[in-house]
DNA sequence: TTTATTTCATAAACTACTTCATTTTCTATA
DNA sequence: TATAGAAAATGAAGTAGTTTATGAAATAAA
């Protein structure tokens, strides 16, 4: 599998040696899944912190009465996984299902604790990461706040117009908080405006 | 001030000698704020990240209206800042505000940046910190989706019930993303259930 | 003590969004 | 090309939560 995205990716935070770069792809695990598979069952330990290659991913939490809540999309070169389940090593809250044919390289929990140990810049990346993470997520609070329905799916469109285009609108729906069919109504309203 | 309840923290997620520990409390500005004032304001760079003492923040989101959408509440042992802003050093989106007078360590961005070359364990501990963070925030996205208001104001009053008893009503209300009325007639609600 | 200010409570009218039921469009595959 | 199943659209009725307004209670200031 193509090392490169993830190779790309990991130079935007910090500089690698040849030789720390060898040392990381021998403790990563390239894994295909097909399209609808799981990659974490809500329940199950996530054992791994996923970076996609290619394909789309969807992260949602069902709760009692069987309503999925999706939480976020993952596609080419983000990350995907339950974080929560991962760093406790607890039952996953969520579940993480490929909604296209999806290639990633996997950094299971054992492999990526040896990894932090011997090459402690890792460390750093990972923290720029997550601090990028968490900042996206307080501001998806606050939109959900403070912005109706259509105001958030216009800004849904505008920042991630290549997901918009892969995923069916039924789960834009359910990751904007909406239901499908409001969502479909909000579409006839903004197109009935132009 | 008091050293204690950081070195404390600290000890929680990395191991540090006493030369690390006075290296790190060289670094850091003792600060001690009135009720009232703002440790960051909306359009200004952060340039802290801080440590609480004693005392209490709420971090809110002012909108083109004048509403208030308050993202969070901090008091002792947690940390207070406008990540986003912090990180990027670009003009904060939030607005950092004390609600009781409030004694706190401060963490500059440079020395911030300079403490991680000399003690590289800190990437270690702010990646632990901005994990279990970020986990958080995902989860709260998930409830403000599928609880009722209700049933997200009882898991606040288990959750912090020390903030509960610190913080106005009508901050509750906007933390829980409602208006103050609709919570006075949740709480009128439950105390005719008993 | 009086007065001003903030906080809490209650109620009626309103709106953003949901639920449910039905129909239409799209896509895949035989 | 026919057909089945999934996804999207539509409309009517219902509900959770908002808005606005008003007054009472608590707290602070004078």
Redesign the interface.
């Known amino acids: 599998m193509n090392k490169k995205p993830l190779v790309d990716y990991i130079n935007n935070y910090i500089t690698l040696t040849s030789e720390e770069e060898n040392l990381l792809f021998s403790k990563l695990v390239e894994r295909k899944y097909l399209k609808d598979q799981y990659i974490v069952q809500q329940g199950d330990i996530c054992k791994s912190v996923n970076f996609i290659i290619s394909g789309c991913t969807k992260t949602f ?1 069902m ?1 009692a009465e069987g ?1 999925e ?1 999706i ?1 976020g999309f993952s596609i080419e070169d983000w990350w995907t996984s339950d ?2 389940s991962f ?1 406790t090593q607890n039952p996953a ?1 969520f579940n993480v299902q490929c909604i296209e044919n999806t290639q990633l390289f996997q950094f299971s929990y054992n492999n990526l604790e040896e990894l ?1 140990v011997e090459i ?1 810049k890792l ?2 990346l ?3 990461i ?6 996206a ?6 939109r ?3 912005l109706t329905a259509k105001e958030r799916y216009q800004i849904f469109k505008k920042t991630y117009p290549k997901i918009e285009q892969r995923v069916p609108q039924y789960m834009i729906a359910s990751y904007l ?1 909406i239901t499908k069919e409001f969502l479909s109504k909000i579409k006839s309203q903004i197109s009935h405006e132009q």
Chains 1, 2 share one sequence.
Not at 130 to 135: D, G, L, Q, Y
Not at 137 to 142: F, V
């Open positions: 939490y709760n309503q809540h939480i974080l929560g760093i809250d932090y402690p460390e750093r990972f923290r720029k997550t601090e990028r993470a968490f900042v997520s307080q501001k998806r609070i606050i959900n706040f403070s908080g």
